[in-house]
Each structure stands twice: as C-alpha cells, then as structure tokens.
C-alpha cells in the first residue's frame, strides 16, 4: 500500500473517487455531492481554515487501485470541556477491510498530528461544525441524511482495532409522522396555551432578517455556554438562511415566544438526500432542472430536524410541548406534508436533548459513535462530559 498527499486537481478527484468506488456496491450507500466535500477543503468557502490546516492522501495498492483514504485538521477552535491535551481530527476516512491498511492510514494521519503539537485525534469528524461529516455509523447503516456520511459495518472494528475508543454516541431519532404523540405533550401544551403571551409561528422568506435574529438570540442562550460552544452572529445566521432559502419549507421551520421575545427554535429541512441520490454527486444545470422537477411533484415525503433549543429560562416549562404542537400537530401533521420524520444526531453527553427524543415518542433510528484515541497510551481515557 502507498500513501498519496492531495495536493492537486487529479489527487482531488481522486479522494472523491475513492469513496464511490469502495461503497458503491453497499445498499443504502447515497453518494454525497462533490461540491458538499470539496468546500470542506477549500480555505475560500471554510471559515475552519482562519483557526487551523488540514492534509489529505489517498491510498492505493501495488496495482493501483483505491485502497482507502483519510484527512487530517487541527483546528485550534476544537476543543471539549475538561480536555487535558490538544486533540486534532481525522475524517473522511474510507478503507477496504483490511485492518493493516487502517493501520498505515491512522499512523500516517497520527504522525502529522503528533508534529502539529497535538496529544490525541479524534474521528471520524469534520474540519469545521458538527453538523456535517460528523461520528462513524454503527447502527441503522442505511439512507443517511444529507449531510451524514455513509459507512459500511466493518469500519467499527478497523476504528477500534486500531485503539480508537467512544468518545461519545449520537443517536439519532426518528418517528411515523402519521402517529399521534403521546399526551403529556397535548397537556402540557393546553397549559401555556391558555396564556396569550406564548406564541408560535413558522419562519416567513420575506422576513428572514427578523427570524434570523431570533434564532440568532435563542441560540447564544441556549448552546453558546456548552463546552467547545461560541456565539453566532446574526450576520452569520443571515448567510446560513440565505444559503438554506432555495429548499426551505416555511411551514416546517417554527419559532416560540413569549410577550414576542423568542424562547425556542424548532428547524428542519426536507430531507435533501431523497432529492440528491438520484444526481451521481454532480449539482450542475442539469441537476438544478431535475432537482426543481422533483421538488414541484412532491418527491420528498421526509423531513429532518437540525436544531432544537429552547432557551434556559424556559426549560422545563412545557415550551418543547408547545412548540411541537403548534407546528408538528397542527401544521405538518394535519396538512399530510409529509410522512417521515428523522432528527439529526443527539449526543449521549446531551441528557435533556436525549429525553426530549425520547419523550416524544420516537424510536432510534440510527447511531454513530465519535471516537477518541490518545497518543500517550499509558493516560487515563476519559469519555465526553455530560453536559449540566
């Protein structure tokens, strides 16, 4: 086996290659647009690259042909509560199940790591934000959500074989949209319901600028304290809203407020995968046409959650009820628009997040697993902290 550095346009296509070729043959691979990957690795379109640098190679065997491939980052930005050492990140990992081939592959990522400072890598994970790219799947393999990569079962054992260990699960949730919630959710709903001062209300496209600063508030309440968390910008949301707009579906993206202050967010998307597996990774004019074809004849019957928050004044006050009444109920469930739903990944070191799951009557649809594996192998190795 041998190790290519990518560092022009054929290595490039080469490391998208690599990934058709050795999944293409799995049921329920979706092959991911190569725009959505090329833009990890290009400083213009990923802010990563203000924090951090990044390498890729691609492996091949004697013959030449696609043995694996990996990427490596260090991203100063990256780190979890409690970390008693730097840790780096390695992602975009294929491999044939050859544990030896692994092996050269994380040696290889590891060694560039250890040289850059770091103590530890973890994998696989994205150069940039959690919600892409993000955990090695090792439950519900198939039809991942936009976004999610795709992995055979057999990657586990080359992950832990080479001494990786869970760093933490996400899981990931999912329910019949047909299927009445349970009733502590209509209880808890008639009780602030009977209070005109809460509110809720679907995002509107001619308004983005209000409802991407209301997410932008709900946000830093909720989520800027945790551990690794940062403040967003309205700015920052305005740029996400606008880059969302072509395939937001108003009716499905809710806001809560009380006396018009917004308390909770409630986002999600159609599910673009069931769109985008039908395009052999290209999203050019002729992609554009059959994307609008599909969208106008209803070809997408499921929905994924991407954020829900609530901010910490409002927490256990029923306004997750509220909320997924006033929209999920009432709107998406009651208009028939549509029929699955899958919430993006919960870490297991998110217990209230994990409870609002599975208190709403969902059943895990998928789970993947961030590993850690620390270059000092005398230390302690100690699990994501749980987040208060």
């Known amino acids: 086996m041998k190790l290519f550095v990518v560092n022009d346009a054929r290595t490039a296509r080469e490391f998208l290659d690599v990934h058709v070729t050795l999944n293409k043959d799995h049921e329920g691979w979706i092959q991911p647009l190569d725009k959505d990957i090329t833009d990890v690795f290009d400083p213009a379109r990923n802010k990563a690259f203000r924090f951090g640098e990044l390498v ?130 209509y209880e808890r709903h008639a009780a602030l319901a009977e209070d005109p001062d809460y509110s809720a209300r679907h995002i509107d496209k001619k308004n983005l600028e209000k409802y991407a600063q209301d997410f932008t508030t709900v946000y830093n309440k909720a989520w800027a304290q945790h551990g690794g968390g940062k403040e967003i910008t309205k700015e920052q949301t305005m740029l996400l809203f606008k880059k969302m707009k072509p395939v937001l579906d108003e009716k499905i993206v809710w806001f809560a407020y009380y006396k018009e202050d917004p308390i909770a967010i409630w986002i999600n998307l159609p599910e673009l995968n069931q769109y985008f597996k039908h395009m052999g990774g290209k999203f050019g004019l002729l992609q554009k046409l059959q994307f609008l ?62 409870n609002i799951g599975q208190n709403l009557g969902a059943y895990p649809s998928r789970r993947l697993i961030t590993f850690r594996y620390l270059f000092d192998r005398t230390k302690e190795f100690k699990r994501h902290p749980i987040l208060k």
């Open 293 to 354: 074809w599909l969208k106008m004849t209803g070809a997408c019957r499921k929905f994924t959650g991407i954020v829900f928050g609530v901010v910490p004044e409002f927490q256990a006050k029923g306004v997750d009820a509220y909320i997924i009444v006033e929209g999920g109920v009432k709107v998406i469930q009651e208009q028939n628009l549509y029929d699955d739903y899958e919430m993006q990944w919960i870490g297991d070191f998110n217990p209230k997040m994990m």
């Open 56 to 185: 890729r190679w691609v492996m091949k065997d004697e013959n030449g042909r696609f043995t694996g491939r990996i990427a490596a980052f260090v991203n100063k930005k990256y780190k979890t509560l409690g970390d008693e050492q730097l840790t780096g990140g390695v992602g975009f990992f294929d491999c044939i199940n050859d544990q030896r081939a692994a092996n050269l592959l994380f040696d290889t990522a590891k060694q560039w790591l250890e040289e850059r400072g770091m103590g530890a890598m973890d994998g696989p994970v994205n150069f940039g934000d959690r919600d892409r790219w993000w955990g090695l799947q090792v439950e519900g393999f198939v039809n991942p959500p936009y976004g999610m990569a795709y992995n055979p079962p057999y990657y586990r054992n080359l992950f832990e074989g080479y001494g990786f260990e869970p760093f933490f699960n996400q899981v990931c949730f999912a329910l019949d949209v047909k299927n009445r919630i349970q009733d502590k959710f």
